[in-house]
């Protein structure tokens, strides 16, 4: 999973909650990405980052919000989770940005299911 | 809008048998395709990516054709084995899109029995 580590890996929580998912990279790759995929679904962008503390949002961003403080560490919060946001989440990077020829490279997901 | 259509959604083939996948795109200005693999509990790993000017790439016993004109790619494995049950991917990018300018596939969903 060329160097992309996403924590924790499953999580079970509650509807109010709030969650953080996380995603550490040793690539030092400047573009880091939140994804989620769902059944039925192709894989949606959620936010990304184009540099430290430089982020903007993508296709299904509400309910989510994203920081990033370090290269290699790349947040993603749901401030009151809902059932809707149950989903795996993907992390990855690239070197160049996402629609170049740069090979996106993802980490192994997060199981999140929100009761 | 842009779109990606992957067909079948999902195949089921004897190993040893080759099969070849399907994906229709709309998705202008086309700058490149891409085809990931996706096994079961992983993210997507990329397969190839190719560009306007690329008909045919391979990349082990996986080939991806691009027919930028009808805007359709293909993508054909020979010999299947095992390994190669997952779920594939089609991706396509849009010239000066940025980190948002790709439009993901739902993926066909490939078993390879023994």
């Known amino acids: 999973d060329a160097g992309i580590t996403q924590s924790p890996r499953h999580k079970v929580t509650e509807t109010g909650t709030p969650v953080t998912l996380r995603c550490h990279q040793t690539e030092n790759h400047r573009y880091m990405y939140w994804y989620r995929q769902d059944p039925g679904h192709g894989l949606r962008l959620i936010h990304y980052s184009y540099g430290v503390k430089d982020t903007d949002k993508g296709e299904v961003s509400d309910g989510y919000s994203v920081s990033r403080s370090k290269t290699e560490d790349f947040l993603l919060t749901l401030e009151s989770a809902t059932s809707s946001q149950t989903s795996v989440y993907f992390c990855?990077?690239?070197?160049?940005?996402?629609?170049?020829?740069?090979?996106?490279?993802f980490g192994p997901g997060t199981r999140l299911t929100v009761l | 809008k842009n779109q990606v259509e992957q067909s079948p959604q999902s195949l089921i083939i004897l190993e040893g048998k080759n099969c070849t996948l399907q994906?229709?795109?709309?998705?202008?200005?086309?700058?490149?395709l891409r085809w990931y693999k996706q096994d079961t509990g992983r993210g997507p790993v990329s397969l190839t990516i190719?560009?306007?000017?690329?008909n045919t790439k391979s990349n082990g016993r996986y080939t991806a054709t691009l027919d930028a004109d009808t805007k359709q790619s293909s993508l054909h494995i020979t010999a299947s084995q095992l390994s190669d049950s997952a779920s594939y991917i089609c991706?396509?990018?849009?010239?000066?899109?940025?980190?948002?300018?790709?439009?993901f596939g739902k993926g066909t969903h490939l078993i390879i029995q023994p």
């Open positions: 991706v396509v990018s849009a010239s000066g899109g940025g980190a948002d300018g790709l439009t």
């Open positions: 990855a990077i690239s070197e160049s940005r996402g629609a170049g020829t740069d090979t996106q490279y």
């Open positions: 994906c229709n795109y709309t998705v202008s200005p086309f700058s490149n």
């Open positions: 190719m560009t306007f000017s690329e």
